[in-house]
C-alpha cells in the first residue's frame, strides 16, 4: 500500500480537473486531494486512477468517476456529525470521502464479495465507517435512521419509497434514477409529507440490483 509524491501530484491535478468542471466545495476537493485512489482499484491499473473515469472493480461493478462521487458529495450538503446512509459501498471510495467531511457513515452494499474486501479494507486506510452492512438497499436501514442525507451510488430504476421516509425533515435524498442513462433527482424532505424534488442532470451508473439478480 503505496503512496508517493507523484501519486500525491496527481491527486492535485484530478482536483483542478473537478475545479474546472465545477466542483466548488473545498472539504470535497481536499478529500479528492487526501484519499490514495489507486489503492483502491487493482494495482495493475494504477495508471488509471486518476484520471476523471470510472473504473471494474471486483464483481462486475465499477468505482464511480472521481466528478460523480464529487458532485455527489458536493450535492449532499454534508456537515460535520451528520448521519448519512450510502448505497452501493462498492470499492469504499464515496464512503471515503464522506468520513473525510466529517460525516457519521452507514454504508450498505448487496454484492458479499465487495462487502468483505471492502469492510476489511477502509480501516486500514484509517476509515472508520460507523458501519457497513451486507444487504438490500432497497429496503435502507430502518433500525438506525432517521437520516440527514441519502446517497445511492448505482442507477435506481424507481425511487423507493424506505428511502424517502427515513430522511430527516430537512433531511437530503440523492439518487440516480432511470436504467441506460439516470436522471440525478435530489429529494428534500420539507415536513413528514413534503419533498421538494430537484433533477440535475444525467449520469451513467452501473444499475442498483434486486432481490432476484
Ligand atoms: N460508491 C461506489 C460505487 C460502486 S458502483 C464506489 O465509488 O466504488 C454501485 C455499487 O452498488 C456496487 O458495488 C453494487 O454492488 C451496489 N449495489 C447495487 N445494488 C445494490 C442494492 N440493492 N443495495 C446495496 N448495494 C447495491
Known sequence: MKDTHKHQGLRNQLATILEAKGITDTKVLAAVRKIPRHLFIDSSFEEHAYQDKAFPIAAEQTISQPYTVAFQSQTLEVKPGDKVLEIGTGSGYQTAVLLEMKAEVYSIERQKELFMKTS?????????????????????????????????????????????????????????????????????????KEFEKHELGDFAFVPMLGDKN
Open 120 to 192: 476489511l479494507f477502509l480501516p486500514k486506510l484509517g476509515y472508520i465507517a460507523k458501519k457497513i452492512i451486507f444487504g438490500d438497499g432497497y429496503k435502507g436501514l430502518p433500525e438506525a435512521a432517521p437520516f440527514d442525507q441519502i446517497i445511492v451510488t448505482a442507477g435506481a430504476p424507481f425511487v423507493p419509497k424506505p428511502l424517502l421516509s427515513q430522511l430527516k425533515v430537512g433531511g437530503r435524498l440523492l439518487i440516480p434514477v432511470g436504467d441506460k442513462i439516470q436522471i440525478m433527482t435530489l429529494f428534500i424532505r420539507k415536513s413528514p
